[in-house]
């Protein structure tokens, strides 16, 4: 079988990934990927003139809804509960320190 993968292109994307490897690793990746492109070269030779392409393994369609205009119908759940409120929103506490650091806008 004549492999597309030779030592020097194990070595070449060894580079491009710049990752070292023992001659023992190139060995063995060479190998495997002679295999794996093996079963590539097994696939190819399949009759698939009569298979349909399979898109999604159902034949259901996505049905969409008109885009326009909604109501919000749970607006109030919860609000009435909830801790701080400051013009209509609901007021957290603060994530990140007030004083310094990026968030505050002050320089380090």
């Known amino acids: ?24 690793e190139k060995n063995r990746l060479l190998a495997d990927l002679q295999k794996i492109l093996g079963h590539f070269e097994e696939l190819q030779k399949l009759d698939l003139s009569g298979v349909e392409p399979l ?6 369609k996505n049905v969409f ?6 109501t919000c119908t749970n607006s109030g759940k919860g ?7 400051h013009n209509g929103y609901l007021k957290v506490p603060p994530v990140f320190p007030t004083e310094g650091g990026s968030a505050s806008g002050g320089e380090e």
């Open 1 to 24: 079988m004549s492999s597309p993968i030779s030592p020097e292109a194990i070595y070449h994307l060894a580079q491009l990934a710049r990752i070292e490897l023992t001659s023992e």
């Open 55 to 60: 898109t999604g393994g159902t034949l259901q």
């Open 65 to 70: 809804r008109e885009d326009g205009e909604r």
């Open 79 to 85: 609000r009435e509960s909830f801790p701080s409120k």
